[in-house]
């Protein structure tokens, strides 16, 4: 059973910066295999693509909406994939959550095997 859990969501100004975790365990999940992303979803809105991370971290990709605020890094001796978000916007609003894929990058949802639970950001104007 794989089981990804996020945490460090929570109410901030505007400019204001969260960094959220997302822990992953399972008895047959090798976190050094799957390439990590993050979603977000906004009251009203469909689920969208935040960022993503290879296996390796040696590369990223970004969605134009966070590019240059905020920052996906993994630290594969903890088995955890980090979400650095700087310059927070009343937009960045969402419900955010961790989803992990075999090896390499997508910015598909279905291209994702697993799912968090999502942790609640809210940026206040």
């Known amino acids: 059973q794989v089981q990804l859990v996020e945490s460090g969501g929570g109410l901030v100004q505007t400019g204001g910066s969260l960094r959220l975790s997302c822990a992953t365990s399972g008895r047959t999940f090798i976190f050094s295999n799957y390439a990590m992303g993050w979603f977000r979803q906004a009251p009203g809105k469909e689920r969208e693509f935040v960022a993503a991370i290879s296996w390796s971290g040696g590369s990223t990709h970004y969605a134009d909406s966070v590019k240059g605020r905020f920052t996906i890094s993994r630290d594969n001796a903890k088995n955890t994939v980090y979400l650095q978000m700087n310059s927070l916007k009343p937009e960045d609003t969402a419900v955010y959550y961790c989803?992990?894929?075999?090896?390499?990058?997508?910015?598909?949802?279905?291209?994702?095997?697993?799912w968090g639970q999502g942790t609640q950001v809210t940026v206040s104007s």
């Open positions: 989803a992990a894929r075999r090896f390499t990058i997508a910015t598909g949802e279905s291209d994702y095997n697993y």
